[in-house]
């Protein structure tokens, strides 16, 4: 357990942040799915959409630090395939 007041501030502010990537994680992640949803359905107009409204979400993520750039760039780019395969 955190004894000075440095460490007890320290974990508080983790606590917080932890609980802050957790929920942007979750939104990611949640957009993903809506996404693959749309593409399993056949939707290209759904899946397209959800795309759109997915990458600003994505981005963000990987601005701040809670997804490494890479990932996102990997996520974007396959998503972006599978829809653009859709007949």
Do not use: C, W
Request: no cysteine; aromatic share 2%; charged share 30%.
């Amino acid at each position: 357990m955190a004894n000075s007041p440095q460490a007890k501030k320290r974990a508080k502010q983790s606590e917080v942040r932890r609980q802050r990537n957790v929920a942007m994680r979750s939104k990611v992640r949640t957009s993903i799915k809506n996404i693959i949803k749309a593409i399993d359905n056949g939707d290209k107009e759904a899946a397209s959409a959800a795309f759109k409204a997915a990458v600003p979400v994505i981005d963000s993520m990987a601005t701040k630090g809670v997804m490494h750039k890479n990932k996102a760039a990997r996520h974007k780019s396959r998503l972006n395939a599978q829809i653009k395969a859709m007949a």
